[in-house]
Antibody
């Protein structure tokens, strides 16, 4: 059974960098056929795709966040991470990590439980 | 960018049939995935590649996709089906989610 677990600070100050890590168990982030993604959900709102990395480590980003975002993988720890710079209150959300079946067109089949991040001074 | 449109809410009495739609330009040419999210929980994959159900999802849940509309149908609705339902597609290398539909069981 694949499991994903998000970790990181629950509170970030405005203009600082948000860093989150997703630890994967039950699968390797370098296994072919899967990608690894971040999705966020603003309070009381719908799901917003943030970005993903594929098995080779290539990253793909939501165009609205691309200039502020870096997603990378650490194969030694079987983790992938998100870094969002210059955060504002609009980045306050629950952040989920999830596995994508296939390189593109596939569903998100396993999700982490989510971690709430608040941007506030 | 590609847009998916879902009604914000749908209400249905127990035992009846609920239909949750997801509208998008020529969505019938794309693969649609559906997720259920209960209050305070992470989303769960419910339907994938238009019509496939993961193991453990009851047959009461079915879906279709044609033209400009994908539809999730829930037969014999139960109180436990109350949740938010999201549709999702890919547009090139971008992931698109619908705005979600809150299913209320009366």
């Amino acid at each position: 059974q694949v499991q994903l677990q998000e970790s990181g600070p629950g509170l970030v100050k405005p203009s600082q960098t948000l860093s989150l890590t997703c630890t994967v168990s039950g699968d390797s982030i370098r296994s072919g056929g899967y990608c690894w993604s971040w999705i966020r959900q603003h309070p009381g709102k719908g799901l917003e795709w943030v970005g993903y990395i594929d098995y080779s480590g290539s990253a793909y980003y939501n165009p609205s966040l691309k200039s502020l975002l870096t997603i990378s993988g650490d194969t030694s720890q079987n983790q992938f991470s998100l870094k969002l710079v210059s955060v504002t209150a609009a980045d306050t959300a629950v952040y989920y990590c999830a596995r994508i079946v296939g390189a593109t067109y596939g569903p998100f089949d396993f999700w982490g439980q989510g971690t709430m991040v608040t941007v506030s001074s | 960018s590609y847009i998916l449109t879902q009604a914000p809410s749908v209400s249905v009495a127990p035992g009846k049939t609920a239909r949750i739609t997801c509208g998008g330009l020529n969505i019938g040419t794309k693969s649609v995935h559906w997720y259920q999210q209960k209050s305070g929980q992470a989303p769960v994959m419910f339907i994938y590649y238009d019509t496939d159900r993961p193991s453990g999802i009851p047959e009461r849940f079915s879906a279709s996709n044609s033209g400009n509309t994908a539809t999730l149908t829930i037969s014999r609705v139960e109180a436990g089906d109350e949740a938010d339902y999201y549709c999702q597609v890919w547009d090139d290398s971008n992931v698109i989610f619908g705005g979600g539909t809150k299913l209320t069981v009366l």
